[in-house]
């Protein structure tokens, strides 16, 4: 009989299994080896009463019946890490109570030797959730084609300040895990939000439940879903590749995944594995942007998620002499005002087949329009390096930079009224200054200079 310390236990602890799913990319068309680590709480809270035994008794038993049916799964390795087995939790916590007891090793040898090793388990210390999640990424072994599961078995919530959602949410955002399911058996409403955050809820209410659901859980473990994006270019073959792709929650803004589109060595979109309890929307990060709404994943299939993304290449360049000089160009589309990219000069962009307006941010701006990209193709655009040119002036004062057609005079810019000397850039061309010195107060001593600008050229144009 258990004493009435161990069964007094508060009624808000709970028994959660806690799936985490870490896949290597690449998998499809070869035989995949299915890790499963299970994470296993021996904390003092697993005494509390459960059904008609406690839950550290009815974990046993459940467990080593779900580790008998296991052993005969081909291509599968088995794992064991505990916590809260070696320090009771009395007068201070430890909580980095957590150590991988029995290494991966074939499930036809290693059911047995964890379930040898869950039923010597007694219930001692704490519950250091995020801890343990955080340490069981050290538990797998380097592999260049194993599926990665982790299944942790708790009673309870988070006792060491940790935060195992964050912890989650970390993993999943580096591709270490996919969304994690958690299971959880008497679990009070509050506490499925806690742990929702952590990934998928599945509620189990008794010792039959526990049972169903884990055979469900496992099912979805280790179906292979998996899915590529094909993007296409002009002629519909999936050639594109080398850019950024973002998975949002569908209709939300909640970004689930992001991976950089890959052709394997096989020639084919890399294969990638998404959350198909989930439905998605996808932004590949061309320029302008493409997208794809309220994607459905089949589970158990491959899936392909095909989108236009036909791309060329815009290149622009400087001709003439070497510059420090280098402006920049905003790109649009047609006559839409918004700027889809800053185009640096020296720079090769890829961008959507179509037509662009470029507006040079030279001085004076260079206006070009209906700029052409095809499939696969550079279109180059070059123009000339601009000049160098030092304006010298005795004092400070006002003026302003025009281009000088003969007939007409075009504002350029206007000179800083705070300096004495200043060096603007300038395409080449015939121009104008016209200036007076800021003590002058007649307007007759405005003082004008004629100057052509050559490319690639430095000279002086004195305002005295």
Known sequence: MLNSKKLKIRNSKILTFFFIFHFTFSVLHSQVTNRLLFIFDDSYSMYAPWNSNIKIEVAKKVMGEFLDSLRNIPD????????????????????????????????????????????????????????????????????????????????????????????????????????????????????????????????VSNEANFKDVLKLVLTEALSQTTVQVDLLDINKKPSETDVDMTFYEAGTSKVKYNYLHTINHRGNPDTLVLDPDL???????????????????????????????????LHLELEGPLSNYYPTTIVRKGSDMKTLNVHDFGKKEKYIVGKYDLEVLTLPRIQLKDVEIKQSSTNTIKIPTSGNILFSRQNTGYGSVYVDDGKTVTWVC???????????????????????????????????????????????????
């Open 76 to 203: 599968l390795q088995l794992a064991l890490r505990c916590y809260g087995h070696t320090t009771f939790f009395k007068p201070e916590r430890n909580c980095k109570d957590s150590k991988l007891e029995v290494p991966f090793a074939d499930a036809k040898t290693n059911y047995l030797k964890i379930k040898q090793r869950i039923n010597k388990l007694e219930p001692l210390g704490t519950t250091p959730i995020a801890y343990s999640l955080g340490e069981c990424t050290n538990d797998f072994t380097p592999c260049s084609n194993c599926r990665n599961i982790v299944i942790l078995i708790t009673d309870g919530i988070e006792e060491c300040n940790g935060n195992p959602c964050q912890v989650s949410l970390e993993l999943q955002k580096k591709g270490i895990f996919l969304r994690p399911f958690v299971i959880g058996v008497g679990l009070d409403v509050k506490f499925a939000d806690v742990f929702g955050c952590m990934g998928k809820y599945y509620d």
């Open 279 to 313: 439905k998605y929307d996808l932004t590949v990060h061309t320029i302008p942007p493409q997208e794809k709404k309220n994607i459905t994943i089949v589970k158990g299939k491959h899936n392909t998620i095909p989108l236009d993304a036909p791309q060329g290449y």
């Open 414 to 464: 206007n000179l800083n009224p705070t300096l004495q000397n200043e060096i603007i850039y300038l395409q080449p061309g015939k121009y104008k200054v016209v200036f007076r010195y800021q003590f002058v107060k007649e307007t007759l001593k405005t003082i004008e200079r004629n100057f052509e600008v050559k490319s690639g050229v430095q000279q002086t144009v004195k305002l005295f």
